[in-house]
């Protein structure tokens, strides 16, 4: 059987007509908007349940934050009798692309690299040289996917064009010789 969520999991429902994106968020959540569409639509838990052909005890253990998991074919089964429907929304928020990359970048390192100042280097295409070992592991290391997330993550933090950013990144790399082919081109 497959699970959709237990308690660490997050989804996160948001409605769009009858369309629900999920997000990441918990089962609290996921009871609580299931709770207010059944509402919306006038529906006791029994009628939902019969409709859904899940019991009432499920519905009422969703609704009150009581159930750690649900198994998909339950799930989906509550979405289709509250007329709703799944579209799975890719989430790479642009801070949490950051977050991910400097972590990475500070194995081994006494002085932590922060988001912030890893973002203002790439803005102002100038590395403090107290991180310059932490920040090799982006110019050098690094999967050139990621390193493409991190300059798009940046570009949009700092609403501003991704070109300049890579361009940015390019000049620090080539500043500091780094052996990565990526940095030479002329994309």
Known sequence: MYVICNILCKVYFTFINRIVILHFMNMVDIGRTVKEKRGLLNLSQAKLAS????????????????????????????????????????NSEPHKVLIQMTNSANVSYKDLLTPTVFKNALVKAAMPKKYIGNMMYFFDEAPESMVNKTIQAVATL???EPLTIKNNAKKIAQEIKSPRSMWYDNK
Do not use: C, P
């Not at 499920?58 to 649900?70: C, G, P, R």
């Open 158 to 160: 700092k609403k501003m």
């Open 51 to 90: 409709l859904s052909q899940v019991s009432r005890i499920t519905i009422n253990a969703l609704e009150n934050a009581q159930l750690k998991e649900i198994g998909v074919t339950k799930l989906l089964s509550i979405m289709k009798s509250l007329d709703m429907t799944f579209d799975f929304k890719h």
